[in-house]
Structure formats: C-alpha cells, structure tokens
C-alpha cells in the first residue's frame, strides 16, 4: 500500500490535478513523517505499557516477600516472647549457683532456641514502587521493621556469645576456676539483659503484628517445643501479652 500511495505521490502517473511535481513530494514527506511519528509513538507506548506492567509486577512480588517475611517474624517473636520468663529464670538459678560458695556449679540445660529474624532491606527501586503502589506508610512501616529486627538479631548474637562462655559450666570442661567463675557470671549477667530487651520488644511487635492481621505457626512452634532446647516446652503455651492483640 505504501509502494503504491508512493507511486500517487511522485510517480509520472500522478493526474494533472495534483499540480506541481513539488507538492506531489511535500505530500510524500507528510505521509511519510506521518507514518513514521505514529510508528515511534507506538513504540513508545508499548514500551511504556511493558514498564509499567514489569513495575507493578515487581511491586506485587516485593509486597508479597514482604508479607511472607513478616509471617515468619510473628513467629519467630512469639517463641521468643514465650521462653522469655523461662530463660530468666533458668539464667538466674545459674547465677545463684555460681555465687553459692560450697557448690560447684554447674551447666546441664541445652543452649535456647534462637531463630534471627530477618526482613529483607529494600534497594531505591523497590522503595519507589512501593511507596507508589501501596503507599508511603508501607515504606516508613518496613523501614522501621528493619531497624528494629537489626537490633533484636544483634541481640541475640550478644546472646549466643554470652551462652558460649556460661558453658564453660559443663561437666566435659572441668573444674571451674576463680577466673571462669569471673567470666561465667559476667556472660549471665549480660544474657539475662539481652534476654529482657528480647522479651520486651518481642511483646510489642508480635502485638503490633497480630493487630495488622498476621497470626504465629502454631503448628511451627509446636514442632519447637519438641525439639528439648531450652525453654522449647514453653511454646505451646501464650503469654499475657499476646491477649492484648485479641
């Protein structure tokens, strides 16, 4: 068809009524630019249309890894909110059998059971897709959830070193000296701490959490309690703050 609208425009057999050879090819360069700008504004558009659908796909699959993280933290702070009281307690029988000087203290528990939570950081592009798919509450609620779950597995770490030293208590170890004893009661000291600022903070955001929808595995925690770590028996049971998010 073009070859042919071609062949009107500037061909020998255009009719006379067209005039000017000059305006015959005028016309050729209007159809032409024509077709062409249509062609590139097409082109922009599909590409434009493809964007748009790459974007708000990437968006539904961040929100969805974001929820689906933020299951797995429900759950991983209601077994820690749970052993919390527990854990304390075990820690502070431990203390008082180090300071007890006719007693050779001793470290026959298993270490707790400890899950590091995770919420996976979001880079600039997500950010913006986030904020304009769903909003910038969404973005400055999951800022704010990475922050606090940074400070909950630094925690635990301090935690797990703090329990490494306290097993010094074991009887494969041997004998505790006046130096162990020192360190030892140090590493309860800071567990017990660590321990509080776990349980404390795990209380306000599994209420939080449980307030926007998202409910623990029970069925996961429940295979915890089976697993003989320290304080595991403690999970199948709620704590009273978990009443206060209904």
């Known amino acids: 068809m073009f070859h042919l609208l071609r062949r009107y425009f500037a061909g020998r057999e255009a009719p006379a009524w067209r005039g000017w050879r000059g305006w015959r090819l005028a016309g050729?360069?209007?159809f032409e630019f024509t077709v062409v700008l249509l062609g590139?504004?097409?082109?922009q558009?599909?590409?434009a249309e493809a964007d748009e659908r790459r974007e708000r796909r990437l968006a539904a699959e961040t929100h969805a890894s974001m929820n689906e993280e933020l299951q797995q933290l429900?759950?991983?702070?209601?077994r820690d909110l749970r052993a919390a009281r527990c854990v304390y307690q075990e820690l502070a029988a431990t203390m008082r059998s180090?300071?007890?000087?006719?007693?050779e203290p001793r470290w026959s528990m298993p270490l707790p059971l400890m899950i590091t939570p995770r919420i996976s950081e979001w880079g600039d592009e997500r950010r913006v897709l986030?904020?304009?798919y769903y909003g910038p509450q969404v973005?400055?609620?999951h800022e704010n959830l990475v922050t606090v779950t940074g400070f909950i597995a630094e925690n635990q770490r301090e935690m797990e070193r703090n329990f490494a030293t306290i097993r010094l208590l074991r009887d494969d170890f041997g004998p505790v000296s006046p130096t162990d004893r020192t360190a030892i009661r140090l590493s309860i000291s800071q567990a017990m701490q660590n321990n509080g600022f776990l349980g404390a903070n795990a209380g306000q955001l599994t209420v939080f959490?449980?307030?926007q929808g998202f409910q623990p595995d029970e069925a996961a925690l429940a295979a915890g309690a089976a697993s003989g770590l320290l304080c595991a028996d403690q999970l199948t049971t709620p704590h009273p703050a978990e009443a206060e998010a209904g």
């Open 28 to 30: 050729l360069f209007v």
């Open 40 to 43: 590139v504004l097409a082109a």
């Open 45 to 47: 558009w599909l590409a």
């Open 74 to 78: 429900v759950t991983t702070l209601t």
């Open 98 to 103: 180090i300071d007890a000087p006719t007693e």
């Open 130 to 132: 986030m904020e304009r």
């Open 139 to 141: 973005v400055t609620w």
């Open 209 to 211: 959490l449980r307030a």
